[in-house]
């Protein structure tokens, strides 16, 4: 192919088109202006107007995670550029896809605190994977197929590309099979594993009288679906999943117990700290799982299962860590794994479950959290792509619905990050544009990011948003009245917003619910209703998630409600 | 390792090699890197390597053993770190080199030039009242040379450092670094537990 001469901002659409990127979320600002003047020629990659670029970094994470490519976000230098990172922070922990492509100031005025400056490849340094300051438009091309190279492969993350703006407006020759060739000496992504790895791990595996497989994002991530399951049936073991790893293993299968933690099902907590073998599958042990590492599960030896080497033995030591891809070492690992029954020890999974039946809602006439999600549930079958915030819904969310399908749960778990549902579910209807798409939303982080409701308006993207309107922050409540001796302070939201006025005020349906027994109807009504709602489920005010293990503990401080 | 009053282990010292890509702001990368995961830089040295666009870094790191243990892992997770070596248990070759200026007027000036030839240093410098020596080695020797030169008025004090390598093989099939015969080579200078970190 001929490299054809092109001006920055046409290098930056073909290279993203040559990427496979269809849709692109972002805001304009000065110095990203002349990749706007140019992205209207490219009737192919179609931009999403966001209203604050955080939204752009969420939308773009949750058509990442859900669809499996990369995601895109693009945001002008200074605020638009600094807006962004609470979405890359989010996308790092959670290792998502995402490449962002900021405007910089003029190549002349960087450094000299002009209008809108930021240095955002410093300022994103410790959210991104790896990120560039692009200073020749010739650069731009390769920067960007590097980029997506990195953003991709081995353990996903957010890449960030900072373009100054007379880059955009300078010409160079783009050449998409000269420039695609990747030449990164450091960067090698894991594949298959170790034998000498592989070969402990196996051993342990066909050793262990109470195995528990911990599944986490890594199955999801590598798409190791199959694999997980060929070898939790092969070898009988329990699947734990972890708060990321939901919906990596099918909900209705006998070997499924759900997620441990914090908040997460007693059983399977206790499961976990009775097994003689944890067998962690993209997992890092993170703390909220964890708790005290000393105490955790302390019978068991660890096989860690990881592609990105610097997780193993970072919590906890792995007696048999296997550095590689999570599906690849699963494909080597299966062959020669025993077929075995674990009778004993599944009847004592069992036996848990009967003794903690921690998704027993309590008896009252009263609009619980854990109703509304039961219900959605419920009416959809499990078969809806689910995205959260962060909160007591979410705890709500991650142990009530029952998933049906692979990756649909789309949730902000490392960074813990408030208002992640609103455009995440904006992205993952857009890449998803054939499937039912439920953001379960609290009213605190409602409010941090409900301008996208306009975003989701504007691009007739018929995302359901299910507020858990309690009036409160309600982990805030709940910690203050268990770790803060009642003391209350900033977690009552007075003056929320009438949210079915406020669905009507952006054009869209709006409903209320404040009964039980309006549950279904309601939900019905929203899944045939053919664009964006807003349900508001108007829940009991105050109310504990539980099972919990407060920070730092283990099961022996496990505490479940009384019913 | 060091212990505290309690006698655990508290801080850890670790020699890190690493060959880099010669790019703007790999230091920044890694000197942050350092930072949030809590790395504590006793010291760092940079330069080109022998293979073009790539740098070598001698860096040794201290913190608690269970911290310092993972900055070879998090390190390589960088991009740009083309190779990364935690050369702590291995057999090693290191230097540092300190510049320092010493009062030296012209009544004991010959003392401290005795001084300068029983440690081997160069003096790279005479001034009306000072000279500066250029010292070379362990740090123990270092140390020793400044504690001795104190009483004459030291003025600067100007060190590196350290830079390290693996010990040659010594035999054919052997592994560079590896932990044998090296007590018979006198030319190297051998490290021991007090002076090198290596142990």
């Given at each position: 192919m001929v490299a054809k001469k092109l001006n920055g901002g046409q290098i930056v659409c073909e290279a993203l088109l040559n990427e496979g990127v269809d849709v692109v979320f972002g805001l304009p600002g000065g110095a990203i202006l002349p990749f706007y003047g140019e992205i209207s020629k490219y009737p192919n990659l179609r931009h999403v107007l966001v209203r604050h670029e955080q939204g752009a970094a969420?939308?773009?994470?949750?058509?990442?995670?859900?669809?499996?490519?990369?995601?895109?976000?693009?945001?002008?230098?200074?605020?638009?550029?600094?807006?962004?990172?609470?979405?890359?922070?989010?996308?790092?922990?959670?290792?998502?896809?995402?490449?962002a492509i900021t405007g910089q100031v003029g190549r002349a005025a960087i450094g000299t605190d002009a209008f809108q400056e930021t240095d955002i490849t410093g300022a994103t340094l410790p959210v991104t994977k790896h990120n560039y300051l692009v200073m020749r438009a010739q650069d731009i091309g390769p920067t960007i197929h590097e980029a997506f190279h990195i953003a991709r492969t081995g353990r996903p993350g957010p890449v960030l590309i900072d373009i100054p703006k007379d880059v955009f407006q300078e010409e160079a020759e783009y050449d998409y099979e000269r420039d695609s060739q990747i030449d990164l000496p450091g960067y090698q992504v894991a594949s298959t594993a170790d034998e000498a790895q592989v070969e402990k791990a196996i051993e342990l595996i066909n050793e262990a009288e109470r195995p528990v497989i911990l599944a986490g994002h890594g199955v999801i991530i590598s798409r190791a679906f199959d694999e997980l399951r060929e070898l939790a049936e092969k070898a009988e073991i329990p699947v734990v999943a972890t708060l990321l790893g939901i919906s990596g293993f099918p909900e209705d299968h006998p070997l499924f117990v759900g997620f441990p933690g914090m908040h997460g099902l007693a059983y399977a907590s206790l499961a976990l700290d009775e097994a003689d073998l944890i067998v962690a599958i993209g997992s890092r042990f993170d703390d909220r799982i964890v708790g005290d590492p000393k105490r955790f599960s302390p019978r068991s030896k660890k096989i860690q299962i990881d592609i990105d080497k610097a997780e193993i033995n970072k919590t906890l030591v792995a007696d048999a860590p296997v550095v590689g891809d999570v599906k690849a070492v699963l494909g080597q690992i299966n062959p020669k794994v025993k077929s075995t029954k674990h009778t004993d020890w599944l009847e004592r999974v069992e036996h848990l479950k009967a003794e903690h039946p921690s998704l027993k809602i309590r008896e009252t006439d009263e609009l619980l959290g854990q109703h509304v999600i039961k219900a959605l549930s419920d009416v959809t079958k499990g078969d809806a792509i689910i995205c959260t915030g962060v909160g007591q819904h979410q705890m709500w969310a991650a142990q009530h619905y029952r998933f049906t399908n692979a990756n649909s749960w789309f949730s902000s778990g490392g960074l813990g990050t408030m208002g992640y549902e609103v455009p995440s579910a904006i992205g993952a209807q857009m890449g998803n544009p054939d499937r039912l798409v439920w953001s379960i939303c609290g009213d605190g982080g409602f409010q941090m990011t409900s301008m996208e409701l306009a975003t989701a308006v504007e691009n007739r993207l018929p995302v359901k948003y299910a507020i858990l309107n309690n009036n409160h922050l309600g982990m805030i409540t709940q910690w203050q009245g268990l770790f803060y001796d009642g003391d209350f302070q900033a977690e009552t939201y007075s003056a929320n917003p009438d949210f079915v006025k406020l669905a009507e005020a952006y054009g869209m349906k709006g409903i209320r619910v404040t009964r039980q027994e309006d549950l279904e109807s309601a939900i019905r009504e929203a899944n045939e209703h053919p664009g964006p709602v807003i349900v508001d489920f108007v829940i009991e005010k105050v109310d504990n998630v539980y099972p919990m293990i407060p920070a730092g503990g283990s099961v022996e401080e496990l505490i479940e409600e009384s019913l | 390792m060091t212990t505290n009053t309690n006698g655990a282990a508290a801080f850890q010292q670790r020699t890190i090699i690493a060959l880099v890509q010669d790019r703007p702001g790999v230091l920044a990368r890694i000197s942050g890197l350092f930072r949030r995961r809590g790395f504590n830089i006793a010291s760092l040295t940079v330069g080109r390597s022998e293979r073009p666009g790539l740098s070598r870094m001698t860096f040794v790191v201290e913190g608690p053993?269970?911290?310092?243990?993972?900055?070879?892992?998090?390190?390589?997770?960088?991009?740009?770190?083309?190779?990364?070596?935690?050369?702590?248990?291995?057999?090693?070759?290191?230097?540092?080199?300190?510049?320092?200026?010493?009062?030296?007027?012209?009544?004991?000036?010959?003392?401290?030039?005795?001084?300068?030839?029983?440690?081997?240093?160069?003096?790279?410098?005479?001034?009306?009242?000072?000279?500066?020596?250029?010292?070379t080695g362990g740090r123990n020797k270092i140390n020793s040379l400044i504690e001795l030169l104190r009483r004459f008025g030291i003025r600067e004090v100007i060190r590196t450092g350290r830079v390290a390598t693996l010990r040659g093989a010594l035999i054919e099939g052997q592994e560079e670094g590896a932990h044998t015969l090296t007590e018979s080579v006198e030319h190297f200078y051998v490290p021991t537990a007090g002076d090198s970190g290596s142990v």
């Open positions: 969420h939308a773009a994470d949750g058509y990442a995670r859900s669809t499996g490519k990369v995601g895109v976000a693009c945001a002008t230098s200074g605020p638009g550029a600094t807006n962004l990172i609470t979405g890359l922070a989010t996308a790092m922990m959670d290792s998502a896809p995402v490449v | 053993p269970h911290v310092v243990q993972h900055v070879a892992a998090q390190l390589d997770r960088l991009v740009e770190v083309v190779e990364v070596q935690d050369i702590t248990e291995k057999n090693i070759v290191w230097r540092e080199l300190a510049l320092i200026k010493v009062s030296a007027p012209p009544e004991n000036r010959s003392e401290v030039l005795e001084l300068a030839n029983v440690f081997r240093v160069n003096v790279i410098d005479i001034g009306a009242h000072s000279l500066t020596m250029e010292v």
